[in-house]
């Protein structure tokens, strides 16, 4: 069987044919019919939404002899010479290999002949950002002043890229991203006149995955149908013939990983790579979800549209997982998966590898880096104050005592803290406090008050300030010298080091002393910081 590309057998002959694209075709139509036409369109939009298609179409009817309501009549000596390619009329220039000049300089000379048949020239300029500055002053001088036969027609992906002189002569449509509905539509159309045998789901995937994109929608189909010739078109075979993860699937597994559900997180991607996805696309494809999910939970939505490049569809799924995920927890998956695809290049066993990394992803407290610690904090923080609402002290059900913790010899020396240990105490306050088993009360005045250390003099000393209303409390409670040794021994505990510990009131603070706070550090993690190197064994939760 002698197969014809679909994109090329389907290529639409009228406006009525061309699919999610009504706002312009609507116009043009109008304008060949009142014979209202410009002489110089530009048509932007991403690819393969249709604009050569219009240009060509529109190139047919203002030179068809009988055209219908604004339609080219597609039988016509003109309609016929145009289709075949073989019209003086119509002129194509891809501006991406011939954007030199000269070559426009040579076109443009043309101009000033009349048509021989037919009532317009009609010039294609593809690619038009493209262009030499030289080809766009030539090309200017045409449109300042051009003949009343001639028609411009402008295509581009780019417009940021035309100079504003050109801009400004031309009338401007933007071609829109095709929806998946009129995509699939399209699609179920061209399977059923063709024969081929294609479940709903199937034809849905590749209207999702070509995002927008009508020629790259058939050609993906085309090649789904030759690796199954003849054979019904399922998704688990589109799948597999594409080798291409299902975006849908990366909200869910995002959904599942951020839960924590490492089984539901394991079973979604072993159904991709069954399913013969390809494991380096799927992570490569994963982390450009993640990060589109990054910048729409940190970004505002103009911003974001303008840095995704996605279909509203697609924005839309963006927006209801990033209300969700915090970004630290998404920064922290890119983070493992681009390690993951750096080790899978010398990699044998790639799977393990990978799935290895989807465990890292659910399991924040298996992962020693810095922003597994903020996932951890802040976790500890909702279950805080969860604690906190029903009353119970975290202490008495706290992770961190279950624990079979081995406790430090009472004459074993430990080391001094050093300022980066003080530092890292700092930051891990709210941690450190809920595993302190004391009290609620003086859990809750720990809380609110202010670790800092003193950055000048570098003493091994961990400075511990309480400020606001509960100075009056704090001094009565807190300050006293059994409970300041408890807390030494609990930082011995859990660091394995020694730093002396110093109760204060904010009003009697000491000079030189620098306050780390959770937001504070959380602050300096989103550029990207140390405490790489973790933290204790036993500390584990
Ligand atoms: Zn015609």
């Given at each position: 069987?002698?197969?014809?590309?679909?994109?090329?057998?389907?290529?639409?002959?009228?406006?009525?044919?061309?699919?999610?694209?009504?706002?312009?075709?609507?116009?043009?139509?109008?304008?060949?019919?009142?014979?209202?036409?410009?002489?110089?369109?530009?048509?932007?939009?991403?690819?393969?939404?249709?604009?050569?298609?219009?240009?060509?179409?529109?190139?047919?009817?203002?030179?068809?002899?009988?055209?219908?309501?604004?339609?080219?009549?597609?039988?016509?000596?003109?309609?016929?010479?145009?289709?075949?390619?073989?019209?003086?009329?119509?002129?194509?220039?891809?501006?991406?290999?011939?954007?030199?000049?000269?070559?426009?300089?040579?076109?443009?000379?043309?101009?000033?002949?009349?048509?021989?048949?037919?009532?317009?020239?009609?010039?294609?300029?593809?690619?038009?950002?493209?262009?030499?500055?030289?080809?766009?002053?030539?090309?200017?001088?045409?449109?300042?002043?051009?003949?009343?036969?001639?028609?411009?027609?402008?295509?581009?992906?780019?417009?940021?890229?035309?100079?504003?002189?050109?801009?400004?002569?031309?009338?401007?449509?933007?071609?829109?991203?095709?929806?998946?509905?009129?995509?699939?539509?399209?699609?179920?159309?061209?399977?059923?006149?063709?024969?081929?045998?294609?479940?709903?789901?199937?034809?849905?995937?590749?209207?999702?995955?070509?995002?927008?994109?009508?020629?790259?929608?058939?050609?993906?189909?085309?090649?789904?149908?030759?690796?199954?010739?003849?054979?019904?078109?399922?998704?688990?075979?589109?799948?597999?013939?594409?080798?291409?993860?299902?975006?849908?699937?990366?909200?869910?597994?995002?959904?599942?990983?951020?839960?924590?559900?490492?089984?539901?997180?394991?079973?979604?991607?072993?159904?991709?790579?069954?399913?013969?996805?390809?494991?380096?696309?799927?992570?490569?494809?994963?982390?450009?979800?993640?990060?589109?999910?990054?910048?729409?939970?940190?970004?505002?939505?103009?911003?974001?549209?303008?840095?995704?490049?996605?279909?509203?569809?697609?924005?839309?799924?963006?927006?209801?997982?990033?209300?969700?995920?915090?970004?630290?927890?998404?920064?922290?998956?890119?983070?493992?998966?681009?390690?993951?695809?750096?080790?899978?290049?010398?990699?044998?066993?790639?799977?393990?590898?990978?799935?290895?990394?989807?465990?890292?992803?659910?399991?924040?407290e298996?992962?020693r880096?810095?922003?597994?610690l903020?996932?951890r904090?802040?976790?500890?923080?909702?279950?805080?104050?969860?604690?906190?609402?029903?009353?119970?002290s975290p202490a008495a059900d706290g992770p961190a005592e279950k624990k079979d913790v081995k406790p430090r010899d009472t004459g074993e020396v430990l080391p001094d803290a050093a300022p980066e240990d003080l530092r890292r105490i700092c930051g891990d306050w709210k941690r450190l406090i809920t595993s302190l088993p004391s009290s609620?009360?003086k859990q809750?005045l720990l809380e609110?008050a202010?670790p800092q250390y003193n950055a000048?003099t570098l003493e091994n000393r961990l400075y511990v300030?309480?400020?606001?209303?509960?100075?009056?409390?704090?001094?009565?409670v807190a300050t006293s010298d059994d409970w300041r040794q408890e807390f030494v021994k609990h930082i011995e505990k859990q660091y394995g080091i020694h730093a002396d510990v110093e109760f204060h009131?904010?009003?009697?603070?000491p000079?030189?002393l620098?306050?780390v706070?959770?937001?504070?550090?959380?602050?300096?993690?989103?550029?990207?910081?140390?405490v790489e190197d973790g933290m204790d064994d036993e500390d584990e939760f």
């Amino acid at each position: 069987m002698s197969y014809v590309a679909l994109y090329r057998k389907f290529r639409p002959q009228t406006f009525d044919e061309v699919s999610g694209q009504e706002h312009v075709t609507k116009t043009l139509k109008n304008q060949v019919r009142t014979g209202r036409l410009q002489h110089a369109y530009l048509f932007v939009g991403t690819r393969g939404t249709g604009k050569t298609s219009v240009a060509k179409i529109l190139a047919r009817a203002v030179n068809c002899e009988q055209p219908d309501d604004g339609n080219p009549c597609g039988v016509c000596d003109s309609c016929r010479r145009i289709g075949d390619a073989v019209s003086m009329n119509v002129i194509e220039i891809d501006a991406a290999s011939n954007n030199g000049v000269d070559h426009i300089r040579e076109i443009i000379e043309e101009v000033q002949y009349r048509p021989t048949d037919g009532q317009y020239k009609v010039y294609i300029i593809d690619e038009v950002h493209m262009l030499s500055a030289g080809a766009f002053n030539a090309l200017l001088k045409t449109l300042e002043e051009p003949p009343s036969y001639v028609i411009f027609i402008l295509a581009t992906t780019e417009a940021a890229k035309i100079p504003v002189t050109i801009l400004s002569r031309c009338q401007r449509y933007d071609f829109r991203r095709i929806d998946v509905d009129t995509i699939t539509a399209r699609m179920r159309y061209l399977t059923e006149t063709e024969g081929v045998r294609a479940d709903e789901k199937a034809l849905r995937f590749i209207a999702r995955a070509a995002d927008g994109s009508m020629r790259d929608a058939l050609s993906l189909l085309d090649r789904c149908i030759a690796f199954y010739m003849d054979e019904e078109l399922t998704y688990e075979r589109v799948l597999k013939a594409l080798g291409e993860a299902d975006t849908t699937v990366f909200g869910k597994l995002t959904e599942a990983a951020v839960r924590g559900d490492s089984g539901g997180a394991l079973r979604i991607f072993s159904s991709q790579i069954s399913a013969g996805v390809e494991i380096g696309q799927f992570i490569g494809d994963y982390i450009m979800f993640l990060r589109n999910l990054l910048i729409t939970a940190t970004s505002s939505p103009e911003d974001a549209a303008a840095m995704i490049d996605a279909s509203e569809e697609q924005m839309d799924e963006l927006r209801g997982l990033a209300s969700g995920t915090d970004p630290e927890t998404c920064m922290r998956f890119i983070r493992i998966l681009s390690d993951l695809e750096n080790r899978m290049r010398y990699a044998a066993n790639r799977r393990v590898l990978a799935e290895t990394a989807v465990l890292m992803l659910t399991r924040p407290e298996s992962d020693r880096s810095a922003d597994a610690l903020v996932q951890r904090i802040r976790l500890l923080e909702t279950r805080l104050d969860e604690l906190a609402e029903r009353g119970i002290s975290p202490a008495a059900d706290g992770p961190a005592e279950k624990k079979d913790v081995k406790p430090r010899d009472t004459g074993e020396v430990l080391p001094d803290a050093a300022p980066e240990d003080l530092r890292r105490i700092c930051g891990d306050w709210k941690r450190l406090i809920t595993s302190l088993p004391s009290s609620i009360l003086k859990q809750q005045l720990l809380e609110n008050a202010h670790p800092q250390y003193n950055a000048e003099t570098l003493e091994n000393r961990l400075y511990v300030e309480f400020g606001g209303g509960q100075q009056e409390t704090a001094a009565a409670v807190a300050t006293s010298d059994d409970w300041r040794q408890e807390f030494v021994k609990h930082i011995e505990k859990q660091y394995g080091i020694h730093a002396d510990v110093e109760f204060h009131v904010t009003k009697d603070r000491p000079a030189g002393l620098r306050t780390v706070d959770v937001d504070r550090m959380i602050e300096a993690l989103s550029i990207a910081v140390e405490v790489e190197d973790g933290m204790d064994d036993e500390d584990e939760f």
